[in-house]
């Protein structure tokens, strides 16, 4: 399992291809968890990243936290609308781990506030998820050829073109 900026070292294409796709949806990933009864949940989540960490954080109470809290594996999906995958595309799956740590809680709210507003500071956390990556692909179009980039710890990243 690798941190955020473990992965980005170990995986920078596809990474690059994450965060460029993540900062262009505003933040919005698409979280697959699974439910109580084994099937597949999908959940809108603005995940962040902060102190070398992917974070996913948010609303209390939700199924989707629920979710991980019973099972902690997911898969995060770059959001898009682009059926030609024109600007790429990148997913990461995992395992989350709760940390429970209210000083670094609150560093993060103030870090969130101070780049958009949104003020959860002195706020407590039912939840506060560091995600785990155990894998990650990308693809890309590359002088009009699929490009797919599949990442696993312990290995380079690989790229295989498609015609």
């Known amino acids: 399992m690798a941190t955020w900026t473990e992965f980005a070292h170990a995986a920078p294409r596809t990474a690059g291809v994450f965060a460029r796709r993540h900062a262009a949806t505003g933040n919005l990933c698409l979280l697959a968890t699974l439910r109580s009864d084994g099937f597949p949940?999908?959940?809108?989540?603005?995940p962040r990243?902060?102190?070398?960490?992917?974070?996913?954080?948010?609303?209390?109470g939700t199924t989707k936290f629920r979710d991980l809290a019973r099972d902690p594996r997911f898969c995060l999906h770059t959001a898009t609308v682009d059926t030609e995958v024109k600007e790429g595309d990148a997913k990461l799956w995992g395992v989350v781990e709760d940390v429970r740590d209210p000083a670094l809680h609150q560093r993060w709210a103030t870090a969130l506030y101070e780049e958009t507003g949104f003020d959860l500071?002195?706020?407590?956390?039912?939840?506060?998820?560091?995600?785990?990556i155990v894998g990650g692909s990308a693809v890309e179009i590359n002088d009009?050829?699929?490009?797919?980039?599949?990442?696993k710890p312990g290995e380079p990243e690989r790229t295989v073109r498609k015609d």
Do not use: K
Request: hydrophobic share 45%; glycine share 8%.
């Open 41 to 46: 949940r999908i959940s809108p989540l603005e």
């Open 49 to 60: 990243f902060f102190e070398d960490q992917l974070w996913l954080v948010g609303m209390p």
């Open 121 to 132: 500071r002195g706020r407590e956390f039912d939840h506060f998820y560091a995600a785990d």
């Open 144 to 151: 009009g050829h699929l490009e797919i980039t599949v990442w």
